[in-house]
Every structure is written in structure tokens, then in C-alpha cells.
């Protein structure tokens, strides 16, 4: 073989080879862009419903909470209204006990009788009626 014929060989050779390289490579780089594509499409996916997952949570959190308040609401009201009972009930005990005291004095002379009992209990600040049914109570228990 003649070195004219050996280098037209060679370089149909490498025309072929280099021709086999660039179709190699234009499909890896259409192989590869189908990969970034398909995996872009599964992370869009993937965020996209984790996205769902994450608002479904938030929204599940605040529905949660707003049901801890209600229930915080309502046992707060719950505590305040046996306060407001509880000082009611020591409000009203303090007054029997009051008008107690009063009726006794009034049984021991200390405010007159009759229209000056009225008179002297009214300016004292105290009932006559309240006053005088519990002087009863006291006289009729004996």
C-alpha cells in the first residue's frame, strides 16, 4: 500500500471515527437532557405536593389551635364564673353575718324601738325590713 493510499485511509478513518464521536455525544446530550428534564419534572412534582402537605399541616396547626383557645376561652369563662360565685357566696355571707350582728344589737336596745329603730337603722345604712326579719329568726329560734 502506498503512503498516498495510507494517509487517504487514515483520514477517512478519522473522519468516520470524529463523525461516530459527535453522533456519541449529540446522543449523551440528548440522553442527558431528557434525564435533567424527567428529574426537573419529579422535583417540580415533589415540591408541589410537599407544598399540599405543608399547607394541609399549617392549616391542620391552626384549626388545632384555634380549638386549644376556644377551649382555654371557655375554661377561663368557667374559672371566673366560680370566682364570681365564690365572692358572690362570700359577699352574701359577710352580709348575713352582718345583719347578724346588727340584730343583736338591736335585740340588746341599741337602736330604740318603733319609729325610732326605723330611723336610727336608716341612717346607720341598714334595712329596716332585712334587719327586723332576722331579729325575729333570732327571737323565735330560742
Do not use: C, P, W
Not at 419529579?42 to 386549644?68: F, L, N, R
Not at 383557645?69 to 375554661?75: D, G, K, M, Y
Not at 331579729?135 to 329560734?141: C, F, K, P
Amino acid at each position: 500500500m502506498a503512503l498516498k493510499d495510507l494517509f487517504s485511509k487514515l483520514k477517512k478513518d478519522t473522519t468516520t471515527e470524529a463523525k461516530n464521536v459527535k453522533e456519541a455525544v449529540t446522543e449523551t446530550a440528548k440522553n442527558v437532557k431528557e434525564t435533567v428534564t424527567a428529574t426537573t419534572q419529579s422535583v417540580k412534582e415533589a415540591v408541589v405536593e410537599k407544598a399540599g402537605t405543608v399547607k394541609e399541616a399549617v392549616d391542620a396547626g391552626i384549626a388545632e389551635a384555634k380549638k386549644e383557645i376556644v377551649t382555654a376561652t371557655q375554661s377561663g369563662k368557667s374559672i371566673l364564673d366560680e370566682f364570681k360565685a365564690a365572692g358572690q357566696k362570700a359577699n352574701e355571707e359577710a352580709e348575713a353575718e352582718k345583719i347578724a350582728a346588727v340584730a343583736k344589737e338591736v335585740i340588746n336596745g341599741k337602736y330604740g324601738n318603733g319609729d325610732a329603730r326605723k330611723k336610727a337603722l336608716a341612717e346607720a345604712g341598714y334595712d329596716y325590713a332585712t334587719v327586723q326579719k332576722r331579729v325575729n329568726e333570732i327571737l323565735h329560734s330560742k
